[in-house]
C-alpha cells in the first residue's frame, strides 16, 4: 500500500518556519539564541484591536459567518483599497481568508490546470512555488540579481512569458530581499502584462512597512485594464502585527473570487470570527500604530544595513520596505575557512552550511538563502531590539572573522 499522497513529493516543509521553530526550541532548552528566522514583527498587537476581539466575545459573535468574511469587514477592506489605494471594488470581489498564506493558495487553486505556467521571480518567498507546484502548475523561476536591486525588468518578463503563462507574482516590498517596485517600473512591467493578457497575483503583504518616504503602489492602480488582470492578496499580518490572529484578504475579478469562495468553502470555510472582528477594528481604526512600527522598522534597517556592511566580504542591499535584509556572502565563501567547511562536509549548499555552522556554533539562526532560490545570500529578519541586532551580527562578524584566520 502507497500510504503518501505523491503530490507530497513535489512540495517541502517551509524552511523558514522549520528553522524558527528549532530556534524557538534551542531557546527553550535555555541556549542563547539570536534569531534573525523569523518573518513576524515581534511588536505587541495594539490595544484597540485586540479590545475588540474581546468585545466580538462577549457580544456572541462566535458563530460561523459567510465563508468569504463578515460584510463588516468586507467592507472595511473595501474602505481599505479605496482609502490606501484609489482602488474600488464591489464586496463580492473580496474574499477573507485565514491568513495571507491562505488566500493565495486558494487563488492558485483557483486558477491554475496542470502544466500551466507562473512565473515567478527570484529570490522569492518560500510558498509561491510550492503552492503552484500543489495546484499541479508549473513555476516558472526567473532570477534577478543584486545589482537590478532583485527587480524582474520588463525584457526579463517579456522572455519568461509562454503561450502556457497563467499568472505572474509580483511581491513588492519582497520577502526576502525588502526590494519593492516604483510606479513606473510597474508601468513597464504592466505594459507586457498587457500584450500577453496574463494574470498577475499582486502579494501587498508588506504594503504598509516601507521608508524613506517611498510611495507603494501595485498594478491594479495603474489602470481599469490592468485591475482586470490582477488579483491583489494582503492581509493584518504583518501590518498590525497580528500574525497569530490569521486574517488574510484578497480582491479581484468576480469570478475568481467565487471560485475561491467554492474551494474556501469545502476546507476551512470562514476564518476565526473574533480574529475578524479584530481585523475589522485593525482597518477602521486609528493607523497611526501602522506608521509607528513602519518607522521603529526603518531605524533597525538603518542600523542592521551599516553593522552588515562592516563585514568583510558580506555585500548588503538596501530594502526599501518590510523588514529584511539578504546579504550576499560571495566574499565569505571564497575565505580559506569556508572553504575547508565545506570540504568537510557533504552538504551541497553554501548557503545552508553557512547557516548550519552559524546556528550550532554562534548561536545565530537564519535563513539560508537557497530556501528563496538564491543561494548567494541569507535572510535576516530584523523584527527584533536593536541590542539583540547588535548582538546577533557581531556573532556573524565573528564567524566570518574566523573563516578568514
Ligand atoms: C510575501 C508574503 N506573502 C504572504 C505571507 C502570508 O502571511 P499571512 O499568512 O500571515 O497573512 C507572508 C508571510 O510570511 C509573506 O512573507
Known sequence: MEWNARRLDVIEPSPTLAISAKAAELKKKGEDIVSFGAGEPDFE????IKEAAKKAIDKGQTRYTAVSGTVELRDAIITKFKRDNGLEYSRNQIIVGTGGKQVIYNFF??????????????????SYADIVRLAEGKAVIVPT??????????????????????????NSPSNPTGSAYSRKELEALGEVVLKHKVMVLSDDIYESIVFDGFQFSNLAMLSPELKELTFVANGVSKAYSMTGWRIGYGAGPLHIIQNMDTIQSQSTSNPSSISQAAAEAALTGDQACVA?????FQKRRDLIVGLLNEIPGVEVNVPQGAFYVFPYLTGVYETDGFKKLQAASSETSKSKLFCAQLLDKYKVAAVPGIAFGDDNALRLSYAMGEDDIKKGVSRISEMVRDFSR
Not at 146 to 170: G, H, M, Y
Not at 292 to 296: F, S
Request: hydrophobic residues 45%; positive net charge; without cysteine.
Open 109 to 126: 487553486l483557483a486558477t491554475l490546470n496542470p502544466g500551466d505556467e507562473v512565473v515567478i521571480p527570484a529570490p522569492y518567498w518560500v
Open 292 to 296: 509607528e512600527m513602519a518607522k521603529a
Open 45 to 48: 498587537t495594539p490595544a484597540h
Open 145 to 170: 540579481s543584486k545589482a537590478d536591486n532583485f527587480r524582474i525588468s520588463p525584457a526579463q518578463l517579456e522572455k519568461a512569458i509562454t503561450p502556457k503563462t497563467k499568472v505572474v507574482v509580483i
